[in-house]
């Protein structure tokens, strides 16, 4: 008979810090897809609803075996909204809003890059 072993995630401060970040810029942007006067309506909620989707999908251990491919989907997935960002707003009226939702995936990025780094050590 095999037996199969599975090591357990742990959920650490690192961890916590991915996910409520990742929440938090979600929340925004599903937040702005409910303007009415939003023009990036849908953009704004497939954007939350692929944060979501890929922070549950990066720590549920139903998905144990794709943890990294989904953290670098994760830091693209983040580096493409800041870089999108930077392309599309109106930046010559900066809302505090938008301020702190880019400071919070700069931050995410930054978390998820030192998470990749750690998981990497551990998988040599």
């Not at 497939?46 to 989907?73: D, M, S, T, W």
């Not at 301020?99 to 998988?123: F, S």
């Amino acid at each position: 008979m095999e037996q199969v072993t599975h090591r357990a995630r742990h959920i650490g401060v690192l961890q916590v810090g991915i996910i409520l970040l990742a929440a938090f810029t979600a929340g925004v942007h599903l937040y702005l897809s409910s303007e009415p006067d939003e023009d990036l309506r849908l953009w704004f909620l497939l954007n939350g609803l692929g944060y979501l989707g890929l922070v549950a999908a990066l720590y549920l251990p139903q998905f144990a075996q794709f943890h990294h491919i989904v953290r670098l989907i994760l830091i693209v997935y983040t580096a493409l909204t800041i870089v999108m960002w930077i392309l599309m707003a109106d930046h010559s009226s900066l809302d505090p809003l938008d301020a702190v939702t880019k400071a919070a995936e700069i931050v995410l990025l930054v978390l998820l890059l030192i998470e990749e780094r750690t998981q990497k050590r551990l998988r040599v």
